[in-house]
C-alpha cells in the first residue's frame, strides 16, 4: 500500500513563498503521474500541477492560474515530489493534496489533474496566504 504524507504548508503574506514536499515510500512505477490537487472552502478540488515520467522521458503541466509562479520537481532517489509556491494571493488559500498515479497508468498529465488514473492521496496540507 502507498502512502503519501506531505508537508510544507502554512500561513504566509502576499507575495510570499511556501514549499511543499510529498514523500511517496515505495512508489517506484516506471509509468507514472504524480502532482498536487488543492481545495478551497465551499469549492470543487483542483489539479494544480503534475509531473509524469513514462519511458526516458518527464514532463511537467500546470493549469493557468498557478504558471510562472508555482513549480513542480521531483526526487527520484528520495521518492518525494516538491511543490514551490511563488508569488502566493490570497486565491492560493486551499488545502493542498499530493496524488499519485496507479501502477503502470497511461495518462497525460491534464486528464490527471482532471482526475483520471489516481489511485493514491495524501491526507492534505493547509496553505494559507493573508492580504
Known amino acids: 500500500q502507498v502512502q503519501l504524507v506531505e508537508s510544507g504548508g502554512g500561513s504566509v503574506q502576499a507575495g510570499g513563498s511556501l514549499r511543499l514536499s510529498c514523500e511517496a515510500p515505495?512508489?517506484?512505477?516506471?509509468?507514472?503521474?504524480m502532482g498536487w490537487f488543492r481545495q478551497a472552502p465551499g469549492k470543487a478540488r483542483e489539479g494544480v500541477a503534475a509531473i509524469c515520467a513514462g519511458g526516458r522521458s518527464t514532463y511537467t503541466y500546470y493549469v493557468d492560474s498557478v504558471k510562472g509562479r508555482f513549480t513542480i520537481s521531483q526526487d527520484n532517489a528520495k521518492n518525494t515530489v516538491d511543490l514551490q509556491l511563488n508569488s502566493l494571493q490570497p486565491e492560493d488559500t486551499a488545502m493542498y493534496y499530493c496524488?499519485?498515479?496507479?501502477?503502470?497508468?497511461?495518462?497525460?498529465?491534464?486528464?490527471?489533474?482532471?482526475?483520471?488514473?489516481?489511485?493514491?492521496w495524501g491526507q492534505g496540507t493547509q496553505v494559507t496566504v493573508s492580504s
Open positions: 515505495g512508489y517506484t512505477y516506471d509509468s507514472r503521474c
Open positions: 496524488a499519485a498515479s496507479r501502477s503502470g497508468a497511461v495518462v497525460t498529465a491534464y486528464a490527471f489533474l482532471g482526475g483520471s488514473a489516481i489511485a493514491y
